[in-house]
């Protein structure tokens, strides 16, 4: 089993930046990729990042390319979204999840795909 707790969201103006955290444990943090998902009210969940297990390849939405940046710090078991230049928009409970036991290494946006999930962080962007 993997436990994944999310920490750093809050309420923020647009145009204003965060960092989330993500602290995993349960599994060899340096074994696994990692990825960030977003669910907005009424919405479905939507994929933000993700990162493979070195960090080095990282995948984004268009929505949020070049204004999010994923990284990981393996000797911490941590892996974190840097959010900036924030819009209302971007307004939503923020999941980090880790894949399956069978697709460690996964690094795209298929929800079904990851097994473990976080508890959520909320983040507001008011206008």
């Known amino acids: 089993q993997v436990q994944l707790v999310e920490s750093g969201g809050g309420l923020v103006q647009a145009g204003g930046s965060l960092r989330l955290s993500c602290a995993a444990s349960?599994?060899?943090?340096?074994?696994?990729?990692m990825a960030w998902f977003r669910q907005a009210p009424g919405k479905e969940r939507e994929f933000v990042a993700a990162?493979?297990?070195?960090?080095?390849?990282?995948n984004f939405p268009d929505s949020v390319k070049g204004r999010f940046t994923i990284s990981r710090d393996n000797a911490k078991n941590t892996v974190y979204l840097q959010m900036n230049s924030l819009k209302p928009e971007d307004t939503a409970v923020y999941y980090c999840?880790?894949?399956?036991?069978?697709?460690?290494?996964?690094?795209?946006?298929?929800?079904?795909?990851?097994?473990?999930w976080g508890q959520g962080t909320q983040v507001t962007v008011s206008s």
């Open positions: 349960g599994r060899t943090f340096s074994s696994t990729a």
């Open positions: 999840a880790a894949p399956n036991n069978y697709n460690y290494a996964y690094t795209g946006s298929d929800i079904d795909v990851y097994a473990y």
């Open positions: 990162s493979n297990r070195s960090g080095g390849s990282i």
